[in-house]
C-alpha cells in the first residue's frame, strides 16, 4: 500500500525541531488508522468527570454535564470492548443557548474557535484526555467544524437581513470573512452548496469565506496548532461538501494527521472526489444501503450493499480501505427506534467490522439504545451504569473487534485486500469474503432459516477445512470440494476463520489442548467457547488480548 505522508514542508521544520526532544509527537497516518477500531461518542452525553449521573431528557436539548474527565473515568469500559480510538464531540467554543433551538450540547454550532468549550473542561482536561488515551495506546480523534460558525440574530426574527454581533464570531471578528448572507435553496448548484448558509433564521450557520486567502490560511493555521496543542491522533472533518474542494488538500497537510471527513449524502460519484482532498469519508453511501437492507425485514435488498460498496471500491481514493464505516451516529436514527428483532440488529452491527474501512461504533449501540432522528438517539450513557454484565450486543462487539484483530495479525494482507461478494440467490443474505474472513449476514430475523451458498468456484478455501464462527465458536467444515452449504440458526450472522487464524494468546475461540484450562468455558468440538464466559474473566481475557494483539500499535 502507497505511504502517505502528510506534512507539508511548510509544518517540516517545527514538526522536526518537535521530534527531536519528544518522540510522542508522530502523527497518525491514514494506515495506522485503518489497524483501529473507534468509538464514537458525544462527549455531553457518555460520563461525568464527578462520577454523578444526573437524568439527561434528550428531547429538552440541554447540557446533560458529560466532559473530557468523565470520558477519563470511563476509558477501561471503552478499552474493554476492544477499541484502540475514541471520536469525541468538537471541542471548541459554541454559542451559549438559543432562543428556540436548544444549547450547543452537541458542539456542532462553534462561535470562538480559539476558545475550548468549558462544559467540557479546560485546557488540562483535554490534553489529560489525550495522554490517558496514549498512555494506554488509544488515538484520539477529534471532531471539527471548518464551514461555519454560529451567532444568534440579534434583531427580532423574521427581519431579514439578520443581524450578529461578528465580535464574537472569533479569530474572525467581522462579515467580510463570511460570505452575503443566503439559505442553501439548490442542492444542484455546488457553488449555492459551497457559498450559501446551512441552519435556518433561528439557527443560521454563517458560512466561512473558504474563498478568502485571509481566511484559508487563518484556518490552516488553527488546525495546524490544535493538532499539535492537543496531541491530536486524527480529525473528523464536519460538512465537508459545504466546502470548495480545493480548499481540502492543504487542509489535511496542515493537519498532518488521518483526516475522515463528513460528505452527507448516498451517491459514491458525488462522494468519490473527497477522498483525494481528505485521507477518506466516512462512508455515507454504504451506510444507506446497509441501513435501508435491515430496516426492512427481508424486502430490504442486501445485493444493493455488494453494489454501492463495489463502486466505492472502484471510485474511491484508496478504495475503501481508509473510509469510517458506521452504521449509527448522531445524525440518524437508531436502528432499533424501528426494529427490534435482535437477530437483525447483531446482522447490522457486524457490518463495520468485516469490511474494508475502519469499524466505528456510536456509544451506546452496544447498549441497546433505541433513539430515533435528533435529539432522541444522543441518550446519555451514564444511564446504562455503564454495565457489561448480560448486555449481549456489547459482548457481540467485543468479539467483532477481536475477531478483527485476529484477522490482522493472522495475515496483516488483511488491510490490504479488497472485501469481495460471493453472489447469492436471495437479496435477503450476503456473504462477504475478506480473507482469511468469511461472513454471512442476514435480514430475516430470529425466526428465519436464510442459508449461503458457497460455491467451490469462489476458491476461498480448501477441501475439508475447519472453519470457526467467532460468534459462537461453532465450527463447520468446507466439503472435499472447497464449498459450503450453511443455515443460520435464528437468523444470527456468521462470522467465519479458518481454524489455524486462531492462537493461544486470542481472547475467542482458543484452541481446548492450549486454552487456559482453570476457566469455566464450554467446549464446542474441539474449540472452547470462551466468548460465552462470565463477564469478569470475559474482561479479564480482553485485556490479556488487547496487550497480546496490539503492542506494535501502542503510541511510543
Ligand atoms: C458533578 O458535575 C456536574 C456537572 O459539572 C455538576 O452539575 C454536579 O453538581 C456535580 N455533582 C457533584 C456531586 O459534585
Ligand atoms: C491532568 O493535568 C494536570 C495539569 O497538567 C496534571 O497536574 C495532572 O496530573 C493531570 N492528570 C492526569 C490524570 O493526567
Ligand atoms: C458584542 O459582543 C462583545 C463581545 O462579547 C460584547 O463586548 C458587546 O457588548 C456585544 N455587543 C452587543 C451590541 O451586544
Ligand atoms: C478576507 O478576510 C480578511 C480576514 O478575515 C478580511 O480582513 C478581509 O477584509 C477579507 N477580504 C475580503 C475581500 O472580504
Ligand atoms: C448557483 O448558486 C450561486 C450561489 O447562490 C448563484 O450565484 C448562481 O446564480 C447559481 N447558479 C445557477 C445556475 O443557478
Ligand atoms: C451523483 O453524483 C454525480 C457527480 O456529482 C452526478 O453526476 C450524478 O448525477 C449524481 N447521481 C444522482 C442519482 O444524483
Ligand atoms: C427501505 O427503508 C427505507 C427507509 O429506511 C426506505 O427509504 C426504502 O425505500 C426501503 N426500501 C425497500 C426496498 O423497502
Ligand atoms: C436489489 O438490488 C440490486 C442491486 O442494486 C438490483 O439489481 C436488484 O434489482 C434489486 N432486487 C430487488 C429484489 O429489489
Ligand atoms: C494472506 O492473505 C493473502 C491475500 O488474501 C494471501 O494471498 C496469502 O496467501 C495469505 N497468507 C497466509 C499465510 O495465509
Ligand atoms: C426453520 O427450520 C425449522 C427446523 O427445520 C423449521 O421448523 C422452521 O419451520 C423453519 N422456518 C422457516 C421460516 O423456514
Ligand atoms: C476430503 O476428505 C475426503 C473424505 O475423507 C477425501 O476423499 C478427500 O480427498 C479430501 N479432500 C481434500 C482436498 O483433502
Ligand atoms: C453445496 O451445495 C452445492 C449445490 O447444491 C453442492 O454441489 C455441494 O456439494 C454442496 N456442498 C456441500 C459441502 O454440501
Redesign the pocket.
Known sequence: MMKKYHMSSFAFNAALSTLLFTISALAASADDWSKRSIYQLVTDRFALGNGSRPSCDTSEKKYCGGNWQGIISQLDYIQEMGFDAIWISPVVENVEGTPSSGDAYHGYWAQDITSLNAHFGNSDDLKNLSSALHARGMYLMVDVVVNHLVAIPTNPSGVWPETFNYSLLQPFGGSDSFHPQCFISDYSNQTNVEQCWLGDASIPLLDIDTENSTVVDIMYNWIKNIVSDYDIDGLRVDTVKHVRQDFWPDFALNAGVYTVGEVFIGNVSYVAPYTRGLDSVLDYPTYFAVYNAFNNGTSGNMSAIADVVTQAQYEYNHGTFYVGSFVENQDNPRLQSTVSDQSIVKNFITWPFINDGIPILYYGQEQGYQGGNDPANREALWLSGFSIDNKPLLTHVKSLNSARKQAIS??S??LT?KASFIPQSSVSTLAISK??MLTLLSNGGNSSNATWNIPSSAGLYGGNKTLVDVLTCDTVTTGSDGSLNLTASNGLPKVLMPSEAFNASGSLCTIEAEGPSSLPVKSNGSFRTVVHAGAEILAAIMWASLIAFVPGTMLL
Do not use: C
Open positions: 493472522y495475515n494482507s488483511f485486500t480473507p482469511p
